[in-house]
């Protein structure tokens, strides 16, 4: 299974974007995936994570503006990002961490 995210782009802080993550293959027998992000200078970190039950973890920055999901019968992971600051500027990367499988980054950028 390869992973390949998609959806950033430039927005105006306040905005909002979706980012997708498309498997091309199934997901179902994935039990945690994530998105990370990793700003210059700075080490790739945990943004949101999603189990196969649904459970869901945020890291404290974007929780009630970020929401993690995912659609098993599409084969693909979401990050709703809403209510976007500039510290939210970064490259996003989607990732089954657990079994080894991480997307290319999707650029977001969020001006002031």
């Known amino acids: 299974v390869q992973l390949q995210a998609s959806g950033g782009g430039l927005v105006q802080a306040g905005g909002s974007l979706r980012l997708s993550c498309a498997a091309s293959?199934?997901?179902?027998?994935?039990?945690?995936m994530s998105w990370y992000r990793q700003a210059p200078g700075k080490q790739r970190d945990v943004v949101a994570t999603i189990s196969s039950g649904g459970r869901t973890n945020y890291v404290d920055s974007v929780k009630g503006r970020f929401t993690i999901f995912r659609d098993n019968a599409k084969n693909t992971l979401y990050l709703q990002m809403n209510s976007l600051k500039p510290e939210d500027s970064a490259v996003y990367y989607c990732a089954a961490q657990f079994d080894g499988l991480w997307g290319q980054g999707t650029q977001v950028t969020v001006s002031s």
């Open positions: 293959g199934s997901i179902s027998g994935i039990n945690i």
